[in-house]
């Protein structure tokens, strides 16, 4: 019985909705919608008076066209107007409307709020019901402050219908959810918790929702609930399958409610009561029982629904987690569901085995699984679920199953998908570390890690083991070894040449008694990979070069050589430069004594949270591990490198930076307080990828600073890490007027770049914001002195995003347009002010002429205020070819032949604005001998010669 | 749950129900978003996916994909179940429903689930009382509800003392 036979059928919807499904093409549907659109706007707008009928039809087409996607900006007062109708139908479509396009006018709130309250106060049961389902909907702020005083009434009136009741408890609900502030339960507080007794089953489903949000906020004033709801949950879990009537879903009695019962006790602790609690524990074990019953239905629906219950029931046990009986079942119930046909109830057994793995009563039972959940991990065929049993497998790990597990999992990541590579990277990280008994164990697994992923090891996990190795002094001379034959594959990843740099700078003497290894074969390796990696890779690797010179003083002419040559010494990169320079002069100038001071082998780290898992913590989303495992994580890190014999301080353990960075260098050393001062060498040794330490750094300042002379002054860029301050960066514009494109601003965080294109008096500009961090930036808005398109709020790390300008040119102007800048790094406000390179002379439109005709026209503008002279100083270099190209981009026409003196440059445009064209010439004549310019500009209109003449002044 | 969408398989939108306050812009974009991750989902997959902090539970009935997105903690299967009542109540409403019943009577797909649930939560989960609500309101439709407004002339009366000019 469809409903369109109702007779209540809107024939021209139906009849436009047909011709929009009929539409071929996109253009078609917005064509049908904008004729439409119009026809509603004029039959709104029209003289006659709408009938209720047609007023509802065109609110539900307007309706129907924003659901589309379109945005719909009129039919808000129409729909309005309809709350008030008495057919209930009128009434329905207005308040959906008003459900579906939310609109914050506050004339329009008042209006609607007054239908609401007519309606709330009609005491017609469909009536209120609609009310309080527009209030449900719609949940503003506005409408809390309105109703949530009227509605907490209605729900426990005596009179009120049941269906009212349950509209009243959800909409109330609602309501807390938006403004918590407003809806006060006080004296109701009791009878709201006793709707949980009534008869009514909805009534009961809908209350109890209310009652679970507001026993979570204050579980004091509601906690008589709980043996209300223990009452109630036997009551249904003992009943009969068809006792129930309709509230029985395929032969399960009261499912939703069952379930949102359980959900409720999950807010509080087990009951105190022993009755109350027996109680409970019967209704959990009935609801084990009855997960061992043969199914009363081969539908789907109906195991669901049962095991919907179930999982419901076991949260509550590992919540509980105090029924050590009842969590051994529980986990042998989700042991069945490993090797369950149904992939759903797969994928819900590995998520809830891992919360079970971290109780201490099912933990055991838990690992019997292992081999399970190892083949799923290789044969499940969706990812979701091979992600679960990942994070299973991650939770299950203990001393006794730790080697196994990371075996399986390495072996797991050569062929893992992408997406999950990370998480698993770090997933192994944390569990070699933290049940590492032998070292070299540890080292093997991390530099295969790197091995196999090193896409994905991320910083933070070869920070980790360098903080270890060096903590560590039984593991260094294996994982000098170690790396030394992992760094002879013919390709290996960047991160292990990091590692490899890193140790063997450090540790490189305790295998070089090996001929094999012996320092120039470690020197001769490490170098041959130094081609092949990026700028910071390179740098470290510098560093391990400088160290080797120590190390191994036969060495020191080879590595001189090294960075005596040109690709070092005048490398392009400032801070490769710079270290080769330094390093080279610190290796020939220092003595023996002072070398071996300066570059003396790191200290152990101070011992703190392992950064690896404050990495895995801030990923907490996919797959992530429950607190208390972290927790735990957190104690055993601490306990594997605190115990070490090198006095590891264990007080600090309890001290978790929340700095990411492992090597400690910039949270955890007292650099902090010598940095300012210091200067950029400091800063640049003490990036993560330096490895001198600080005290010895000290020393390696005093000599930079005593050998200014030698030292080639080397240019380093002092860009503030961030702009606290409002910088207004105007300036930079100039650089504009003669091109279009190019990076119009850049500091540590982002780079804009513009691009833009003019006709006549229009233009438009891209401008791409680039985020150069790994961070992302949040609230990014810019706001412009004129209007532009919003940008998107969000520029993810590393990312770009675009904002499109349309300008047109008006009248002629000197004021650019001013744009504002502002977004959040990390938790500082960024805030920036640029001039858009915007100029009067983009809108030239070039005139070619002839020779005659030019100054015929120079003549005809012979008013002394129509004409703008300037004699300046040159600035660069009086080349012929750059400043034609330079003219070039003024957008004029460059005329040749036309002055006599070939020397000067002639140039013709007409500037294209809204109001008006204004001619002009310009003629530019070098002097250089004197390296002085004359330039003189013409033009119809005297602010325009002006103008031009100041922009261009600053150009040549 | 934090929203419900209906899309076909060529990833049209045939219904969109929203349980927390969210800009146009971020519908839509979350409903794209939604969309094209459950279109690329293979038969036989589960049912259940993590999306961002949340879940997304989806079945697809046909030509018709339901997805509701559901906060972390909450019992998936149960919402599966919810699906399919919703499912079950529009083919009692419709006879046999098909997509085409929700584009032409959008309207009144949106009527059932504001029976059934509210505020993102189950309302009424018996199916014979959520379809009598919607018929009684159906039959309420055309019948001017004089009885309401003799109560409101009544109401005027007492109030104000006198009854209006006409």
Known sequence: ?956 | MQFMLLFSRQGKLRLQKWYVPLSDSQKKKISREVIQMVLARKPKMCSFLEWRDQKIVYKRYASLYFCCAVEDQENELITLEIIHRYVELLDKYFGSVCELDIIFNFEKAYYILDEFILGGEAQETSKKIVLKAIEQADMLQEVRNTHIACLFVLVYEVTIGSFPSC
Request: proline share 4%; glycine share 6%.
């Open chain 1, 1 to 956: 019985m469809p409903a369109v036979s109702k007779g209540d059928g809107m024939r021209g919807l139906a009849v436009f909705i047909s011709d929009i499904r009929n539409c071929k093409s996109k253009e078609a549907e917005i064509k049908r919608i904008n004729k439409e659109l119009a026809n509603i706007r004029s039959k709104f707008k029209g003289d006659k008076a709408l009938d209720g009928y047609s007023k509802k039809k065109y609110v539900c087409k307007l309706l129907f066209i924003f659901l589309l996607g379109h945005d719909i900006d009129f039919g808000h007062m129409e729909a309005v107007n309809l709350l008030s109708s008495n057919k209930y139908t009128e009434k329905q479509i207005g308040y959906l409307f008003i459900s579906v396009l939310v609109n914050s006018n506050s004339e329009l709130i008042r209006l609607i709020n007054n239908a609401i309250k007519n309606d709330l106060s009609s005491r017609n049961p469909t009536f209120m019901c609609l009310a309080l389902h527009c209030i449900a909907n719609v949940g503003s702020r506005e409408m809390a402050e309105a109703f949530a005083g009227e509605i907490p009434r209605i729900l426990v009136a005596g009179d009120t219908m049941d269906s009212v009741k349950q509209s009243a408890a959800l909409c109330l609900l609602r309501l807390y959810k938006t403004s918590p502030d407003l809806v006060l339960m006080g004296e109701w507080t009791s009878r709201v918790v006793h709707l949980l007794n009534d008869q009514h089953m909805g009534v009961v489903t809908a209350a109890i929702s209310l009652i679970t949000c507001l026993s979570q906020k204050n579980p004091d004033e509601f906690k008589t609930c709980v043996s209300l709801a223990v009452s109630r949950l036997s009551r249904i879990v003992s009943s009969a399958s068809t006792d129930l009537q309709d509230y029985t879903y395929y032969f399960v009695p009261a499912p939703w409610l069952s379930c949102k019962l359980l959900r409720l006790l999950q807010c509080y602790p087990p009951p105190e009561d022993g009755a109350v609690k027996g109680r409970l524990v019967e209704c959990l074990e009935t609801i084990l029982n009855k997960a061992q019953e043969p199914p009363k239905s081969k539908k789907v629906q109906h195991s669901n629904a049962k095991n919907a219950i179930l999982f419901e029931a076991i949260s509550l046990i590992i919540h509980y987690d105090s029924e050590p009986n009842l969590l051994v079942r529980a986990c042998n119930q989700l042991g069945q569901f490993l090797q369950h046909r149904e992939t759903n109830l797969r994928y819900l057994a590995l998520e809830s085995m891992c919360t079970l793995a971290s109780s201490e009563f099912s933990h055991e039972a838990v690992k019997t699984h292992i081999e399970t959940v190892i083949n799923a991990l290789k044969t499940e065929r969706d990812v979701s679920v091979r992600q679960r049993a990942a994070d299973l497998l991650y939770a299950m790990c203990d001393r006794s199953n730790a080697k196994q597990i990371v075996a399986e999992m390495l072996s797991y990541l050569e062929t893992a998908d992408y997406s999950i590579r990370e998480e698993m990277v770090l997933k192994v990280a944390i569990l070699a570390e933290k049940y590492a008994v032998d070292y070299s164990w540890y080292v093997d697994t991390i530099l295969n890690l790197i091995r196999i992923a090193g896409d994905y090891v991320s910083e933070e996990v070869w920070y980790r083991v360098i903080q270890i190795v060096i903590n560590r002094d039984d593991v260094q001379g294996y994982a000098a070894k170690t790396v030394f034959e992992a760094l002879q594959a013919p390709a290996c990843h960047e991160n292990m040449v990091k590692v490899g740099g890193y140790i063997l700078g450090e540790f490189g003497n305790l295998i070089a008694g090996d001929p094999r290894s012996s320092p120039l074969v470690q020197f001769n390796l490490l170098h041959s990979k130094f081609h092949l990696c990026s700028v910071p890779t390179r740098a470290l690797l510098l560093s391990a070069y400088i160290k080797f010179i120590n190390l191994f003083p036969e060495t020191k002419s080879t590595i001189q050589e090294v960075l005596r040559s040109d690709s070092q010494i005048r490398n392009s990169d400032v801070e490769l430069q710079q270290r080769a320079v330094e390093y080279l002069k610190l290796s020939s100038i220092a003595s023996t004594d002072v070398l071996a001071t300066v570059l003396e082998e790191m200290p152990p780290f101070p011992e703190r949270e392992s950064s690896i898992l404050a990495k895995l913590k801030k990923k907490k989303g996919p797959g992530a591990v429950s607190v208390n495992e972290l927790e735990e994580g957190k104690r055993e890190a601490g306990e594997l490198n605190g115990g070490g014999e090198r006095g590891g301080d264990s007080s600090a353990i309890s001290t978790p930076s929340p700095s990411a960075d492992l090597l400690g260098l910039r949270a955890g050393h007292p650099v902090t307080a010598a940095a300012p001062s210091a200067g950029s060498l400091l800063v640049d040794v003490f990036s993560e990828t330096g490895f001198i330490h600080y005290g010895r750094l000290m020393l390696l300042i005093f000599l930079r600073t005593h050998e200014r002379t030698i030292t080639k002054p080397v240019p380093f860029l002092a860009v503030p890490a961030c702009l606290s301050a409002s910088h207004t960066l105007l300036s930079l514009a100039l650089r504009f007027v003669c091109k279009n494109n190019g990076v119009l601003f850049e500091n540590q965080l982002l780079q804009i770049g513009i691009k833009s294109e003019y006709r006549q008096n229009l233009g438009r500009i891209y401008l791409f914001y680039g985020n150069k961090t790994s961070v992302q930036f949040v609230t990014f808005t810019t706001t412009l002195n004129v209007q532009s398109k919003p940008v998107e709020p969000l520029i993810e790390g590393g990312a770009q995003v675009q904002q499109v300008i349309n300008i047109e040119c008006l009248t002629d102007f000197s004021d650019a347009p001013l744009l504002n800048i502002k977004f959040r790094y990390g938790g500082a406000l960024q805030n920036l002010t640029l001039k858009l390179p915007v100029t009067i002379n983009k809108f030239f439109q070039p005139t070619e002429m002839a020779s005659h005709d030019f100054f015929q026209r120079w003549k005809q503008l012979s008013q002394p205020q129509q004409e703008a002279q300037k004699i300046f100083k040159a600035s660069h270099a009086m080349d012929t070819e750059v400043l034609k190209a330079k003219l070039l981009g003024l957008g004029m026409a460059l005329l040749e032949n036309v002055d006599p003196n070939p020397e000067n440059f002639v140039c013709a445009g007409v500037i294209q604005s809204k109001a008006q064209q204004v001619g002009s010439l310009l003629r530019l004549e070098p002097n250089a001998q004197a390296q002085m310019y004359r330039l003189t500009v013409r033009s119809s209109k005297d602010t325009v010669s002006k103008r031009l003449c100041e922009l261009l002044a600053e150009q040549f």
